[in-house]
């Protein structure tokens, strides 16, 4: 079973908000595009939105890296909360945004690239 410890914000107000891993990558056309590593409820909510689609797994294979676009050449995006968004945001992204956005998930939020990261680092 799973330790649970409560810690009082006043003591360290770090500890109650991690940070949030982000990478910025640039897709073929130049556009800047900020990726942040989206929660696990985020997922959850895609999956809810997306209904039958979700059981898809070639499709959410596809779409689940877009929750991780957090702004696009400097642009907020909101994380798509309904299936008309999604494919708002497969449209804007376009394939070049698309391409850079997979390779960058997969370049920058993968176990393979964390672990080499913390090894990076740990030197």
Known sequence: MAKVTLTDPAENPAAVVPEVQKATVTDATGRLIMLRKPGVLAQFRLVEALGRSAQNQVYMGMVLPLLFVGSIDGAAVVPPATKGEVEALITR??????????????????????EAARKKSAE
Do not use: K, N, P, Y
């Open 93 to 114: 992204l376009d394939e070049a945004g698309i391409q850079a956005v997979m390779l960058g998930v997969q370049q920058h939020f993968t176990e393979d690239s964390e």
